[in-house]
């Protein structure tokens, strides 16, 4: 029993009390800064999103996809590989259900980069018929022309909310497959080919590809929702303090 006395006043609270008051304002102080933090790292994602977005594109050279810090403006040379793509399932647009069209892109040194080049709705609204996603074919001259380019914004590659939300790109289906969020050794594994590990978000300039309206962090609540989130955790934490002593302080009795 924890007991204090003031004036005609006593704080008697019980050990049980005291322990889950104190356990309520931890968490909800903790809560509170989990969210503070995750407010400033959507903060710093915007930031890099917008500063890659205006930036002129590098080279990738011999780095790896990996190495290069989120939301740069990459250029790559070489050639899509329009035979084997995959489509991102259950991507929702405006309340339409649709895909996102992943291509692999053979670079000059044979390494392969997945290029997101955007979301296209259902066929007809139906998912009995896969949309056609192919490629123009390469002129005729193609060997004697300079290799194609392609230009984005380097992300990582999408991801559920959920682990279970994955499904590996079926071995058995025709190209382009179905699949939900792979990571890049199920798709290096259904290509039968190492790829880099991200993938490559088209620039809206570039030909053969979709809607691409980016974002920042893809999906996910804004910086301002956290803070008020982190806000509204602190609250509770005094509320539960302010309750803890409402509760156990007395009038001693005389």
Known sequence: MLRVE????????SVWMTVLAIAAVALFVLLGRWQWHRAAEKRALVAAFDAGRNAQPSELGQRSLAAIPRYTQLRLRGRY????????DNISRDGAVGYE????????????VVVNRGWLPLPGGRRERLPDVGLPPAPATASTLPLPEVTGLVDRLPVPALAMGRAPPDASAAWPKRTSFPDAAQMAAALRSPIEDGQLLLAASQPTGYRRDWHPGAVGLPPSRHIAYALQWWGFSALALFLYFFMNIERRKP
Do not use: K, Y
């Not at 003031?6 to 008697?12: I, P, S, T």
């Not at 590989?81 to 991102?88: E, I, K, M, N, T």
């Not at 069209?101 to 392969?112: E, S």
């Open 6 to 13: 003031w004036g005609n006043r006593v704080f008697r609270a």
């Open 81 to 88: 590989d329009g035979a084997h793509q995959f489509l991102l």
């Open 101 to 112: 069209v992943l291509t692999p892109f053979v670079l000059v040194d044979g390494r392969i």
